[in-house]
């Protein structure tokens, strides 16, 4: 565990950066600091590995003050990613990550093959080994930055906004990328942003800080949604928090509907088979399966003519047990006729939900059911 007991940082030119900050960061989870720009993120983060030195206070590693440990046994123990990664440029991909092994003493061989089995861990094709950083992608070159600061198995993972300076779809795959390996690997990951949404995706537990350094509300994300401590934070959350929070809840306790679910050329398909419209029971479409049972589309039972095959494109389906109720509430949403369509993970329909029934499942997981700890949908 990492202690902050009312850690203060000034600046030689008086500026206050950190103000009395307290913080326990959990062992094997990811603690998020975000805030505005200026409200002493970094210098927080760079106080763990000493790279700035507390004004106050102390900060404690497993119950000992960091103060006491050497400088570069402790930064061993601490992996550290940047902003645009920082790799050295004239150091081949496999080079990069290899370097605190190499400084450890390990030989060429087992440094390489850690630096490869490393490259794969992040998401890395092995063959861009040998190339230069100049010759990655912003992305790549990000997960060349976990990858070296992983390199030597450290408990501690300091990361500085490591996917600040990437497009949207590429941050995304690299957060998803993140969990992942924090699932594998269970490290204490301390994460600066100033992205609350990453915030809320990544954190296990997030501490918002405000300007000059002091402590807003530090809380799972879940909380800071559900209950922010004051107006600041509210504002910080953004408008659509209620929404966001729904990604905490399993859209396993909505309610699904088979009734209106029909087999293609299983004779009831619309006005298919005896003519008569099948019952979609309440429901004002069917939904048309191929024979394994995948959607097709949703079909108009009353007016479509016999023969018609024309299928409403039924939009895209959620995983129920899997997938949050922000995610099912979304498809309904999208949906071109109001309902979203819940498949099992071979993408075969389990059943239907109007967005009625979100709205019900919503209701029902606000008074306390459904809840999961850590899903983000
Ligand atoms: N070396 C320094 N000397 C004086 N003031 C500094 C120094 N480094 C940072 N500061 C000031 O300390 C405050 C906190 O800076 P810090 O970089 O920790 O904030 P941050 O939250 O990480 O910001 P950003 O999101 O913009 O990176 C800011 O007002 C900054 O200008």
Not at 37 to 64: F, Q, V, Y
Not at 229 to 239: P, S
Not at 279 to 293: F, N, R, S
């Amino acid at each position: 565990m990492i202690r902050f007991e009312s850690v203060t940082k000034r600046y030689p030119d008086g500026t206050v950066a950190v103000d009395e900050l307290s913080l326990e960061i959990p062992d094997r989870s990811i603690t998020v600091l975000v805030g505005p720009s200026g409200c002493g993120k970094t210098t927080s983060l760079r106080m763990i590995n000493r790279m700035i030195e507390p004004s106050g206070g102390r900060i404690l590693l497993d119950g000992t003050d960091i103060a006491d440990q050497p400088v570069h046994a402790l930064r061993r123990s601490m992996g550290y990613v940047i902003q645009h990664a920082g790799l050295f440029p004239h150091r081949t991909v496999a080079d990069n990550i290899a370097t605190v092994p190499r400084l450890l003493g390990w030989d060429r061989r087992r440094a390489r093959s850690r630096a490869l089995e490393l490259m794969e861990r992040v998401g890395l094709d092995p063959a861009l080994a040998k190339r230069y950083p100049y010759q990655l992608s912003g992305g790549q070159q990000q997960r060349v930055g976990v990858a070296r600061a992983l390199a030597a198995d450290p408990p501690v993972l300091l990361m500085d906004e490591p996917f600040s300076a990437v497009d949207p779809i590429v941050r995304k795959g690299l957060q998803e990328e993140l969990l992942r390996i924090q699932e594998e690997l269970g490290k204490t990951i301390v994460f600066v942003t100033h992205d609350i949404d990453e915030a809320i995706r990544l954190g296990d537990l997030v501490a918002v800080l405000r300007t000059g350094g002091r402590l807003a509300q530090f809380a799972p994300p879940d909380r800071l949604l559900s209950a922010p401590a004051d107006g600041f934070v509210e504002d910080f959350l953004g408008a659509d928090r209620g929404i966001r929070r729904l990604s905490f809840f399993a859209s396993s306790g909505l309610e699904l509907t088979t009734a209106p679910v029909v087999t293609e050329n299983a004779g009831n398909a619309g006005n298919a088979g005896n003519g008569k419209p099948a019952d979609p029971g309440g429901a004002p479409y069917l939904l048309v399966t191929d024979a394994e049972g995948r959607p097709l589309g949703w079909t108009d039972p009353g007016r479509q003519a016999p023969g018609d095959r024309t299928l409403i494109p039924y939009g895209r389906p959620f995983e129920p047990g899997r997938d949050s109720l922000r995610t099912a509430l979304d498809c309904a949403v999208l949906s071109p006729i109001g309902w979203a369509v819940g498949v099992d993970a071979d993408g075969r329909v389990v059943g239907v939900a109007s967005q009625e029934a979100v709205a019900a499942a919503i209701r029902a997981a606000h008074a306390g059911h459904g809840m999961v700890s850590a899903e983000v949908g």
